[in-house]
């Protein structure tokens, strides 16, 4: 079966313009996660949707990411007015349920100029 | 501040050569976890650890869980060139629900021929 698959790859863009990342979870999984891996770096938690429940955005650093998950599946994680420091691999995971193992897709490299 | 200590941050060996990797918090952990990275790709996991005290063995590698659940390792015996990748430890907090993980910064490791 599919594992979780992640678009763009890539994506480079201007500092100041606004970028969409998807997600396509494994399906049947309610839970899915969205991570930020700087250079080098361990994962950082952005935010974390499990079925019908409002989602947990405590990770999102700023008031420019937001994320959406529709219908349960796939899932957008937008960042708005993008600056430098936003260059990062951003991580798509998902779960069967929030307490079962973590699936990652290959995530999207995100390069701001 | 770094919730999950984890050293070193980069190895170098020689084919052959015993090496540990540590994870170290001054939190409890209701699990751990430790995942294998490849470049372009997401962690995969290697193994979970619940119980503290506990051992994990696969094949080569060794995890264990430290008593407390504040810390744990991973001991690889006479590493392979086929072993080098990226090594993330992360845990899952007591008392949070959705199974959001927090991670260590990484082991890079190079095993050299």
């Known amino acids: 079966g599919a594992g979780v698959s992640q678009s763009p790859s890539n994506k480079v863009t201007e500092k100041g313009k606004d970028v969409e990342l998807r997600c396509d979870p494994i399906?049947?999984?309610?839970?899915l996660y969205w991570y930020r891996q700087s250079l080098g770096q361990g994962l950082e938690f952005l935010i974390y949707f499990q079925g019908n429940s409002a989602p947990d955005k405590s990770g999102l650093p700023s008031d420019r990411f937001s994320a959406e998950r529709t219908g349960g599946s796939v899932s957008t994680l937008t960042i708005q007015r993008t600056q430098q420091e936003d260059s990062a691999v951003y991580l798509c995971?998902?779960?069967?349920?929030?307490?079962?193992?973590?699936?990652f897709g290959p995530g999207t490299r995100l390069l701001v100029l | 501040t770094q919730l999950l200590e984890q050293s070193p941050q980069f190895l170098s060996i020689q084919e052959g050569e015993n090496l540990t990797v540590y994870c170290n918090s001054s939190s409890v952990f209701s699990s751990l976890q430790w995942y294998r990275q490849e470049p372009g790709e997401g962690p995969v996991l290697l193994v979970t650890?619940?119980?503290?005290?506990e051992v994990k063995k696969l094949k080569r590698l060794t995890f264990q869980f430290g008593d407390a659940r504040k810390d744990s390792s991973l001991h690889i015996t006479a590493a392979q060139p086929g072993d080098t990748g990226l090594y993330l430890c992360?845990?899952?907090?007591?008392?949070?629900?959705?199974?959001?993980?927090?991670f260590g910064q990484g082991t890079e490791l190079s095993v050299k021929p």
């Open positions: 995971a998902s779960s069967r349920n929030g307490q079962e193992t973590q699936y």
């Open positions: 399906s049947g999984h309610t839970a």
């Open positions: 992360a845990g899952v907090m007591i008392y949070n629900q959705g199974g959001k993980l927090i």
């Open positions: 650890v619940v119980t503290g005290g």
